[in-house]
């Protein structure tokens, strides 16, 4: 079974200053690894998907994340951050093999944005 | 572009009654998943269904049914609801079968039990 682990529940960060999120993941094989985004109250939004290929993944609003199979980890990374990226972050893995298959979440990261 | 509609946006219910949550997928979409997300909790899945088929089930009570009809629309039944019910609760949609299964959500339905 699949497992993600995203390590710091809480970040602050300043305007203006680089961001980087972390995720850990459990699974046999290569996964299907996700990062979305949420706003208090809100749905759920896609920042950026890795299948397969290319480990340098580059997503909406100037997010990126990098597939690192030796360390089993799909860390988020945005240069400067705004104002506007103060959010709930998720992690999610899926399993490529299964039909129908599941995303299973990490427990989120809520990124607090200081003027 | 068509997005993945909920309905309704919010539900009010007592302790003991039912609840019905509708979902329409993206069009063309054929797998349709169910997630529980309650205060401050990652999303948890409930149960998915590919083609009208259940495919895969999570952590869904015995309480909760759900189902996918002919137009792909997928409906989750909620009986004797409990205050631990209260959550928001997402669809999202993909298309296809094992591979790549991007999964598009919903904007959720938030069910208060009081």
């Known amino acids: 079974a699949q497992s993600v682990t995203q390590p710091d529940i809480h970040i602050t960060v300043s305007e203006g200053a680089s961001l980087e999120l972390r995720c850990n993941y459990s699974?046999?094989?290569?996964?299907?690894l996700f990062w979305y985004v949420q706003s208090p109250g809100q749905g759920l939004q896609l920042l950026l998907k890795?299948?397969?290929?290319?480990?340098l993944v580059q997503g909406i609003k100037g997010f990126e994340a990098e597939f690192k199979r030796s360390q089993s980890s799909f860390n988020l990374r945005k240069p400067s951050v705004h104002w506007s990226d103060a959010a709930e972050y998720f992690c999610?893995?899926?399993?490529?093999?299964?039909?129908?298959?599941?995303?299973?979440f990490g427990g989120g990261t809520r990124v607090l944005v200081k003027p | 572009a068509a997005g993945v509609i909920q309905s309704p946006r919010h539900l009010i219910k007592e302790k003991r009654e039912t609840a019905t949550l509708k979902c329409y997928p993206i069009?063309?979409?054929?797998?349709v998943y169910w997630y529980q997300q309650g205060p401050g909790q990652d999303p948890q899945f409930l149960i998915s269904?590919?083609?009208?088929?259940?495919?895969d089930k999570g952590s869904i009570p015995d309480r909760f049914s759900a189902q996918q009809f002919s137009d792909y629309h997928s409906e989750l039944n909620m009986s004797s609801l409990e205050l631990g019910d209260s959550a928001l609760y997402f669809c999202?949609?993909?298309?296809?079968?094992?591979?790549?299964?991007?999964?598009?959500f919903g904007p959720g339905t938030r069910l208060t039990v009081l």
């Open positions: 999202a949609s993909s298309f296809g079968l094992a591979g790549v299964s991007e999964q598009f």
């Open positions: 699974y046999g094989a290569t996964p299907y």
């Open positions: 890795y299948f397969s290929g290319d480990t």
């Open positions: 999610a893995v899926g399993a490529p093999e299964a039909a129908g298959n599941k995303l299973t």
């Open positions: 069009p063309r979409h054929d797998t």
């Open positions: 269904f590919y083609e009208k088929m259940q495919s």
